[in-house]
């Protein structure tokens, strides 16, 4: 299939482009590398050994995008393209409004102005807020906390439109819970370019040296050790889940949010352990204050991934440190500094 990737060169997009590429898709990358590097393409390309095509571009220039489509003629768009980061949101919420809600609609308009009508979308369970219930299905009220979590639901009501306008329309949504790990190689792997918000790339740079300790928010929550609980997901059980939800999409038109988890959830102290044990190195921390917003635990039920897409994840919290650290340890600078 020829499938157009937006944000194709970040951490998610580019496990994702990986397994497109070793399925024989024919595979476009539009970035404007805002928040990744050329050199995450370059290595992807060498990994699978397949041409890979590139444009940059910005997800609002609709002329750069119309050209594109054009040119390329995609039959489905996987679209990562957006701003991430739930802190940033607050203080910048209509730069996220823009990237976000406004670059998906010229997206919207470039795709059905060429006659291209899949689409997998990368939302998130920001969107459903704090769970009123364990595990959170699909149907759980949406309720997000940040611009950045209401940016997600919009956009997922934008396509939802947009998929019920034609019925060949077909739209997968898919709500990542906590994506963490690498390559298995080390060649490729989440590299933040700012203090991460995020605990295992935070870890990762305690074990390399980047940073000096971690900071644990709060230990006094009502679960098992104390720190909260997140469902974490490796990047290459993810990717896995978009090649799957493109097949999906091929044949069942209609638009369908997706849950994309484990189903189990890991405690903040658990993770460090793991990684401990991963790496060899010592990870100290020391605990301070609940950050705001922080929920005690969160866990997808991952039924509907499974009767719909024929998909679980397969990789544990081992396999997730490992290749973490595999990719840190490799390249403590992330891309910056070439291996
Ligand atoms: N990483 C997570 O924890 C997580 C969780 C849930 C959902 N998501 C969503 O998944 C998607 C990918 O996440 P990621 O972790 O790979 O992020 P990332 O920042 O590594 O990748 C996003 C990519 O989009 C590009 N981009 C940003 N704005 C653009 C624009 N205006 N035009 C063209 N390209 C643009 C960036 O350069 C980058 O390559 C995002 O939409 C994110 O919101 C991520």
Same mark, same amino acid.
């Given at each position: 299939?020829?499938?157009?990737?937006?944000?194709?060169?970040?951490?998610?997009?580019?496990?994702?482009?990986?397994?497109?590429?070793?399925?024989?898709?024919?595979?476009?990358?539009?970035?404007?590398?805002?928040?990744?590097?050329?050199?995450?393409?370059?290595?992807?390309?060498?990994l699978?050994?397949?041409?890979?095509?590139?444009?940059?571009?910005?997800?609002?220039?609709?002329?750069?995008?119309?050209?594109?489509?054009?040119?390329?003629?995609?039959?489905?768009?996987?679209?990562?393209?957006?701003?991430?980061?739930?802190?940033?949101?607050?203080?910048?919420?209509?730069?996220?409004?823009?990237?976000?809600?406004?670059?998906?609609?010229?997206?919207?308009?470039?795709?059905?102005?060429?006659?291209?009508?899949?689409?997998?979308?990368?939302?998130?369970?920001?969107?459903?807020?704090?769970?009123?219930?364990?595990?959170?299905?699909?149907?759980?009220?949406?309720?997000?906390?940040?611009?950045?979590?209401?940016?997600?639901?919009?956009?997922?009501?934008?396509?939802?439109?947009?998929?019920?306008?034609?019925?060949?329309?077909?739209?997968?949504?898919?709500?990542?819970?906590?994506?963490?790990?690498?390559d298995a190689s080390g060649r490729?792997?989440?590299?933040?370019?700012?203090?991460?918000?995020?605990?295992?790339?935070?870890? !990762?740079?305690?074990?390399?040296?980047?940073?000096?300790?971690?900071?644990?928010?709060?230990?006094?929550?009502?679960?098992?050790?104390?720190?909260?609980?997140?469902?974490?997901?490796?990047?290459?059980?993810?990717?896995?889940?978009?090649?799957?939800?493109?097949?999906?999409?091929?044949?069942?038109?209609?638009?369908? !949010?997706?849950?994309?988890?484990?189903?189990?959830?890991?405690?903040?102290?658990?993770?460090?352990?793991?990684?401990?044990?991963?790496?060899?190195?010592?990870?100290?921390?020391?605990?301070?204050?609940?950050?705001?917003?922080?929920?005690?635990?969160?866990?997808?039920?991952?039924?509907?991934?499974?009767?719909?897409?024929?998909?679980?994840?397969?990789?544990?919290?081992?396999?997730?440190?490992?290749?973490?650290?595999a990719?840190?340890?490799?390249?403590?600078?992330?891309?910056?500094?070439?291996?």
């Amino acid at each position: 299939m020829r499938v157009l990737v937006t944000g194709g060169a970040g951490y998610i997009g580019s496990h994702t482009l990986l397994q497109l590429l070793r399925s024989d898709h024919d595979v476009l990358v539009y970035d404007n590398f805002t928040n990744s590097a050329p050199e995450a393409l370059a290595r992807v390309q060498s990994l699978s050994n397949r041409p890979l095509a590139q444009v940059t571009g910005d997800i609002r220039d609709s002329t750069r995008l119309n050209e594109t489509f054009a040119q390329f003629r995609p039959e489905a768009v996987i679209h990562f393209a957006g701003l991430k980061s739930v802190g940033n949101s607050v203080a910048h919420p209509l730069s996220y409004y823009d990237t976000n809600v406004a670059g998906t609609l010229q997206l919207l308009r470039a795709m059905s102005s060429h006659g291209c009508d899949r689409i997998v979308f990368s939302s998130s369970a920001t969107v459903y807020g704090e769970a009123i219930y364990l595990p959170c299905d699909e149907d759980h009220p949406l309720q997000p906390a940040s611009p950045y979590g209401r940016s997600k639901m919009m956009v997922e009501m934008i396509i939802r439109d947009w998929a019920a306008r034609h019925r060949d329309t077909s739209a997968v949504l898919l709500r990542y819970f906590n994506p963490v790990g690498a390559d298995a190689s080390g060649r490729i792997g989440e590299d933040p370019t700012d203090i991460p918000e995020n605990l295992m790339p935070y870890v !990762a740079q305690v074990a390399v040296g980047t940073r000096a300790e971690l900071s644990v928010y709060g230990a006094d929550y009502p679960t098992d050790d104390g720190t909260g609980e997140r469902d974490y997901i490796h990047v290459e059980d993810l990717a896995r889940a978009h090649c799957a939800a493109l097949d999906y999409a091929a044949r069942s038109p209609g638009c369908e !949010a997706i849950n994309v988890g484990t189903g189990t959830s890991v405690s903040v102290l658990q993770m460090v352990a793991a990684f401990e044990r991963a790496s060899g190195r010592p990870i100290p921390y020391r605990v301070v204050p609940r950050r705001a917003g922080d929920v005690a635990r969160m866990c997808a039920n991952v039924a509907k991934a499974q009767r719909l897409l024929g998909w679980q994840a397969q990789m544990g919290l081992e396999e997730m440190c490992r290749s973490t650290w595999a990719w840190q340890s490799a390249n403590p600078a992330g891309y910056r500094q070439q291996a």
